[in-house]
């Protein structure tokens, strides 16, 4: 099965900042990786698809990019309702694997 | 407006079991594999299992095979996890999600059903 990592797995950061998470899988996934967004007692919502995709209603400032084992999600400017974990996962193969998850909360 | 809506949670014995269904409404639920998810207290998300749209393929994680079974009535437009050999590391809110393009990726999710083993 195909483990995902995530780094780090918490980080403070200022709203206006620019902040950057990586996830990595244990074997090449092309660019079957998405990203979600998870805030407490929330169900998780799907922020970038296949790698860079943006899902419809997501604010342009997430991006994604990467591809093979390493992935990064951008945030280009941090906002007061970025506060939230964020979570990757394979969809390479089943079983679609999440990482560890990365906690991102006000510095 | 799609709506996903999880019911069955409560609490088992070690050794029970549980079924768990997810109510669908505002897509044409037998064109998308569905999926659960579980997040145990204060933990991550974990894949449960997965079930195709249209040849009813299914897919379970190592952590629940042989235990859990995913099934779906698409006449009810319904999303069932019968749960047997229930462990007290199955304790965990339980969500259905809708698969965008049954490609693994969810876009919509339900609030979760709450599961909890304990003797």
């Known amino acids: 099965d195909i483990q995902m990592t995530q780094s780090p797995s918490s980080l403070s950061a200022s709203v206006g900042d620019r902040v950057t998470i990586t996830c990595r899988a244990s074997?090449?996934?092309?660019?079957?990786l998405n990203w979600y967004q998870q805030k407490p007692g929330k169900a998780p919502k799907l922020l970038i698809y296949?790698?860079?995709s943006l899902q419809g209603g997501v604010p342009s400032r997430f991006s994604g990019s990467g591809s093979g084992t390493d992935f990064t999600l951008t945030i280009s400017s941090l906002q007061p309702a970025d506060f939230a974990t964020y979570y990757c996962?394979?969809?390479?193969?089943?079983?679609?694997?999440f990482g560890p998850g990365t906690k991102v909360d006000i510095k | 407006e799609v709506q996903l809506l999880e019911s069955g949670g409560g609490l088992v014995q070690p050794g029970g079991s549980l079924r768990l269904s997810c109510a669908a409404s505002?897509?044409?639920?037998?064109?998308?594999?569905m999926s659960w998810v579980r997040q145990a207290p204060g933990k991550g998300l974990e894949w449960v299992s997965a079930?195709?749209?249209?040849?009813?393929?299914?897919y379970y994680a190592d952590s629940v095979k042989g235990r859990f079974t995913i099934s779906r009535d698409n006449s009810k437009n319904t999303l069932y996890l019968q749960m047997s050999s229930l462990r007290v590391e199955d304790t965990a809110v339980y969500h259905c999600?809708?698969?965008?393009?049954?490609?693994?990726?969810?876009?919509?999710w339900g609030q979760g059903t709450l599961v909890t083993v304990s003797s």
């Open positions: 296949a790698a860079s």
């Open positions: 074997q090449s996934i092309s660019t079957y």
């Open positions: 505002g897509f044409t639920f037998s064109s998308y594999a």
């Open positions: 079930i195709s749209g249209s040849d009813g393929s299914t």
């Open positions: 996962q394979h969809c390479y193969s089943p079983p679609f694997t």
């Open positions: 999600a809708k698969d965008l393009a049954g490609a693994g990726y969810f876009d919509y």
